[in-house]
Nanobody, 125 residues
Framework: QVQLVESGGGLVQVGGSLRLSCANSGRTFSSYAMGWFRQAPGKEREFVAAIVWSGGSTYYADSVKGRFTISKDNAGNTVNLQMNSLKPEDTAVYYC??????????????????WGQGTQVTVSS
């Protein structure tokens, strides 16, 4: 079973950077795609980025392309999201999620079967 725990959220000024991490305390990610989603107050949960654990293919929402980088640490069984040039509209609760390969698509939240508890990111102007 995949058990996910996010860390690294916080308060940052416009233009600043944060690094989120998602640790798996359960089984290996090897047959999974890992995604980051975010949800702002009053809005639906939206796709941010994803990475296929085996092979490392990455996917990004247009709104974060060029500013965010998703990566994986095989040794630590961890997925990271480096967020640069942060904007106020990036403010949200960020969630890490895991999806079995071959099921659904990486950008659709309902296709993910395991979720972390979320971590708050606030970008102040």
């Amino acid at each position: 079973q995949v058990q996910l725990v996010e860390s690294g959220g916080g308060l940052v000024q416009v233009g600043g950077s944060l690094r989120l991490s998602c640790a798996n305390s359960g089984r290996t990610f090897s047959s999974y795609a890992m995604g980051w989603f975010r949800q702002a107050p009053g809005k639906e949960r939206e796709f941010v980025a994803a990475i296929v654990w085996s092979g490392g293919s990455t996917y990004y929402a247009d709104s974060v392309k060029g500013r965010f980088t998703i990566s994986k640490d095989n040794a630590g069984n961890t997925v990271n999201l480096q967020m640069n040039s942060l904007k106020p509209e990036d403010t949200a609760v960020y969630y890490c999620a895991a999806k079995r390969l071959g099921l659904g698509v990486v950008y659709r939240a309902r296709d993910y079967s395991s979720w972390g508890q979320g971590t708050q990111v606030t970008v102040s102007s």
